[in-house]
């Protein structure tokens, strides 16, 4: 059984950094890949960024792309998440995701392919 709890999230103004965290219980790193999903206000659940299980592939939503980087620390068995330019459209509950994978570069990108979830921080981007 894994267990994730995020931290970081707040209030921001547009342009501003945040950096989200990723406490895992167990030895998720190595077996397990994370990712970073999002939820607005009426939307569905996306993915933002993932790392796999090796840490050698990531994957990044267009969106942000160029302004998040998706990390881990293995010593410290938390991911991190960290947010760069933030705008408006960037305010969303942020989860944290993991999954058994036995594939070293995959990185899934659906909600169905990931069993485990934190209880998600909230960011919010003031303009």
């Known amino acids: 059984q894994v267990q994730l709890v995020e931290s970081g999230g707040g209030l921001v103004q547009a342009g501003g950094s945040l950096r989200l965290s990723c406490e895992a219980s167990?030895?998720?790193?190595?077996?397990?890949?994370m990712a970073w999903f999002r939820q607005a206000p009426g939307k569905e659940r996306e993915f933002v960024a993932g790392?796999?299980?090796?840490?050698?592939?990531?994957k990044y939503a267009d969106s942000v792309k160029g302004r998040f980087t998706i990390s881990g620390d293995s010593a410290k068995n938390t991911l991190y998440l960290q947010m760069n330019s933030l705008e408006p459209e960037d305010t969303a509950d942020y989860y944290c995701?993991?999954?058994?994978?036995?594939?070293?570069?995959?990185?899934?990108?659906?909600?169905?392919?990931?069993?485990?979830w934190g209880q998600g921080t909230q960011v919010t981007v003031s303009s």
């Open positions: 790392i796999s299980t090796n840490g050698q592939s990531t």
């Open positions: 995701a993991a999954d058994w994978q036995s594939l070293p570069q995959v990185v899934p990108q659906r909600t169905n392919e990931y069993d485990y």
């Open positions: 167990g030895r998720t790193f190595g077996s397990y890949v």
